[in-house]
């Protein structure tokens, strides 16, 4: 059977044109992604025939790579095209989830059903949820999982009476104390690290907003009514090995280490 065409987004299009254009192999592109370099850039380092004092670019990329993180290649060297239709079969079984809870033919039950706000970024209302609960005191996995972070607290939210801006304001003051913390609204993903940063994520299409940054809290759009809310978003996001990979919207990508990656995973993909 023909595979179904997934639209790939433009930033991640743009590693797909320079793995072509500079003979990159799939683990190359994830090497340069995570190292945080830019692909549309890429030609300027990849002259050495003409500067023979540089590594051909596969080869800087590689040892470049082993250097900074101490192993030969990344954990997934899967190609761009296989993580986006990774991501479009998890998106398609979460709407599938979904649908089922509303038939009522949902299996599962416990505090972890809470997609009944919109989708970040959507700006109608609500979808009517019956329950305003709050479930907190879970602990994520320890952190030594997840290549050194704190322990971190994860808390889940539910009702459509929640505050976007008063759990963005929560998270940082998390941030600032250097306290761990997830918390879940939603499709929405509030995230503080023990490095002092804090974000506002959206699982579903995977896009990303710093809300601090080593304690200190920078600006952020948000509109947010009774029944409707709409995020400027900065970027997309993705988790690659122990690494989180920050795109904002010109096009780099921003590597950070130490976030609580296996935590996080949980979360994104519930």
């Not at 993580?83 to 505090?111: F, L, M, N, Y």
């Not at 972890?112 to 989708?119: K, V």
């Not at 280490?257 to 296996?262: E, F, K, L, Q, S």
Request: aromatic share 6%; charged share 35%.
């Amino acid at each position: 059977m023909e595979r179904k065409q997934v639209r790939i987004p433009a930033h991640l299009q743009a590693w797909i044109d320079a793995r072509k254009r500079h003979r990159l192999t799939d683990a190359q592109v994830q090497m340069a992604r995570e190292l945080g370099m830019n692909p549309k850039k890429l030609g300027k380092i990849d002259n050495h025939r003409q500067e023979p004092w540089k590594l051909p670019l596969p080869q800087f990329i590689e040892e470049s790579y082993e250097k900074r993180f101490g192993r030969p290649r990344p954990a997934d060297a899967s190609s761009v095209e296989k993580r986006v239709r990774r991501d479009e079969a998890r998106k398609a079984a979460r709407r599938a989830e979904r649908a089922a809870k509303r038939s009522g033919s949902d299996p599962r039950h416990g505090a972890a059903e809470t997609d009944d706000r919109p989708s970040a970024g959507a700006s109608g209302p609500p979808s009517g949820a019956a329950e305003d609960r709050r479930t907190a005191g879970a602990s994520c996995p320890p952190a030594d999982a997840d290549g050194g972070a704190s322990r971190v607290d994860f808390q889940i939210l539910c009702g459509k009476d929640q505050s976007i801006r008063a759990e963005v304001e929560h998270i940082v003051v998390r941030a600032q104390a250097r306290e761990g913390r997830l918390v879940e609204l939603g499709a929405l993903v509030f995230l503080a690290t023990d490095t002092g940063d804090a974000w506002l994520l959206d699982r579903q299409d995977r896009l990303a907003t710093y809300l601090a940054r080593d304690g200190v809290p920078l600006p952020f759009g948000l509109a947010e009514s009774d029944e409707r809310f709409a995020i400027e978003w900065e970027g997309t996001f993705e988790l690659a090995g122990e690494s989180f990979l920050f795109t904002d919207r010109e096009g780099p990508v921003r590597t950070e280490h130490g976030y609580p990656i296996r935590a996080l995973r949980i979360a994104l993909d519930r």
